[in-house]
C-alpha cells in the first residue's frame, strides 16, 4: 500500500504548481526536519530528483554519521558519477549528528519537556552544469555551458517537546545561481544537408537552454518549522506551520510561510505516509502546493 | 548460571535504553525500526530483571522480544515479550522481573 502510494504521488501527479516530495519538505523540497537514524529513498517530482540516505547509530550513541545521494534525471535517467567525476545535478552530502543537546539521555533518567532531540551537521558538494543561451554573442558561442560546483554547509536542530510538538530549525550556507529564475527557451537548428533538382534536405535540432543575465551569489537559508501532532486525533494528523527565509546579495531578503497537513503512520508520527503542503511565494506571487509520500526502509 | 539473550526491540522511537540484570545493552540500530543485540548475561536467581525506557512521540508504537537460552543445554528456549505503546509526556518506563523456569 505505501509502495503503491510513494509511487502515484512521486510520479503521476503533475498539475499546475503542484508538486510531490516523500519527505516532510514544503513544494521546493525545503525542511529544517531531519530525523535520526532514518534510512530512507526520498524524490521530488518538482526537480525530477531521488535521494538515498543512510544514516549510522546505535542506541547508546551520542553521535551518527552517514551519507546521502541525490540525482536529478536527465531524459528520464540519473547517474551519479561518470568514471571518477560527479555528474551535473548531483549532491553528495555527508551529515554528522550528536543526540540529547537539551533532552535526557534514555540511560541516565526521566526526560524532561523536551521528550528528545538532536543536532546535525551537514557538508554538502553539489555539482552542476546549466545550458544558457546569449543571441548577441557570436552564432557558434551563443549556446554554452556554465559549471558550479558548489560547497553547502548546513546546521540543523530537531526536538520533540512533550511528546505532540515535532519542531525544527536550520541554517544553510552556500554557493547558489540564478538559473531557475531565467526564461526557459528551446534552440531550434535547421542544417541543410543537400539538394536534388527541387528538393532540399534538411536535419533539425533542439536543445532546451535559459536565457538572461546568469549569476552566481552566496546564498543563506533558514527553515523552521513548528509540527503539532494531537493525541485526540490518535496520533495520525499532523499539522505543520513552517517558515522559510532566504537572503543574499543578489536577491536580496524572502521569507515565505505555510502550512502542512500530514498523516501519519500509525506505528509512530515520525513517519509521514502522506500529506499536502501550502505555501504562498511572495517573490514569484504564486501559491505552491506540495504533496508529500513517505518511505522508509 | 549464563544465559545467552537476544533481544529485539521494534519502535520508531530514536532514543531508547535497555538495561537487562543492571547490566547497560548496546543495541545496534538498522535505521528504521528494528533494535537488537545478543548478550550472555548471569543470572542469578532465575529472574531477569528487564528496564527498559523509550523516548518520543506520543503514540509511537514499541515491542520487546527477548530470546533466552543456554549455552550449557541446547534445548532450553523461553520468550520475554511485551508491547505497548508511548501515551503521554513522550516517554514510557517498563520495568519487570521475567522468571526463567
Known amino acids: ?20 516530495s516523500t519527505t516532510l519538505g514544503d513544494s521546493n523540497d525545503n525542511t529544517s526536519i531531519y530525523l ?45 558519477f561518470e568514471g571518477s567525476e ?4 548531483t549532491t553528495v552530502s555527508i551529515p554528522i549528528g550528536k543526540h540529547w543537546i537539551f533532552s535526557t539521555n534514555p540511560k541516565v533518567g526521566e526526560p524532561g519537556i523536551i521528550s528528545d532531540d538532536w543536532l546535525f551537521f551537514e557538508a554538502k558538494y553539489k555539482s552542476g552544469e546549466h545550458q544558457l543561451f546569449d543571441k548577441t554573442l557570436a552564432f557558434d558561442k551563443q549556446l554554452y555551458k556554465e559549471k558550479l560546483n ?3 554547509l548546513s546546521l540543523s536542530y530537531n ?68 509540527m503539532y501532532v494531537p493525541g485526540m486525533l490518535r496520533n495520525r494528523i499532523g499539522f505543520d506551520l513552517f517558515a522559510r527565509h ?17 498523516v501519519l503512520d500509525e506505528k509512530g508520527p515520525t513517519r509521514i505516509l502522506a500529506g499536502v503542503t501550502y505555501m504562498h511565494d511572495d517573490e514569484e506571487n504564486e501559491n505552491l502546493i506540495g504533496l508529500v509520500a513517505g518511505y522508509n526502509f | 548460571m549464563i544465559y545467552k539473550l537476544e533481544s529485539t526491540l521494534t519502535s ?55 530470546l533466552v537460552t543456554k549455552p550449557s543445554d541446547s534445548t532450553y528456549k523461553e520468550e520475554y515479550k511485551k ?19
Open chain 1, 86 to 89: 560527479a555528474t551535473p545535478e
Open chain 1, 1 to 20: 500500500m505505501k509502495t503503491a502510494l510513494f509511487i502515484f504521488l512521486t510520479y503521476t501527479l503533475i498539475q499546475n504548481n503542484v508538486y510531490g
Open chain 1, 159 to 226: 526536538a520533540i517537546i512533550d511528546g505532540v510538538f515535532l519542531t525544527g530549525v536550520s541554517i544553510e550556507y552556500g554557493k547558489e545561481n540564478n538559473y531557475e529564475d531565467l526564461s526557459k527557451i528551446s534552440v531550434k537548428t535547421t542544417t541543410t544537408i543537400g539538394s536534388e533538382g527541387n528538393d532540399i534536405r534538411i536535419s533539425e535540432s533542439s536543445i532546451d537552454a535559459r536565457e538572461g543575465k546568469y549569476v552566481e551569489f552566496n546564498q543563506r537559508k533558514i527553515n523552521m518549522d513548528f
Open chain 1, 246 to 262: 532566504t537572503s543574499s546579495s543578489f536577491k536580496g531578503s524572502n521569507t515565505n510561510y505555510g502550512i502542512g497537513i500530514f
Open chain 2, 12 to 66: 520508531y522511537s530514536y532514543s531508547v535504553y535497555l538495561a537487562l540484570e543492571g547490566n547497560d545493552i548496546s543495541l545496534s540500530y538498522d535505521g528504521n525500526e528494528k533494535y537488537k543485540s545478543s548478550d550472555l548475561v548471569d543470572i542469578g536467581d532465575s529472574e531477569l530483571d528487564v528496564f527498559l525506557r523509550v523516548n518520543g512521540m506520543n503514540g509511537t508504537d514499541w515491542s520487546i522480544l527477548i
Open chain 1, 36 to 80: 535520526w537514524g532514518t534510512n530512507s529513498v526520498s524524490s521530488n517530482i518538482k526537480d525530477k530528483s531521488i535521494k538515498l540516505t543512510y544514516l549510522n547509530s546505535e542506541s547508546d550513541d551520542k553521535y551518527s554519521w552517514g551519507l546521502a545521494l541525490k540525482g536529478k534525471a536527465a531524459d528520464g535517467s540519473s547517474l551519479l
Open chain 2, 83 to 101: 508491547s505497548g505503546e508511548i501515551e503521554s509526556r513522550g516517554t514510557i518506563v517498563l520495568s519487570e522481573k521475567f522468571k526463567l523456569t
Open chain 1, 150 to 152: 558548489s560547497k553547502i
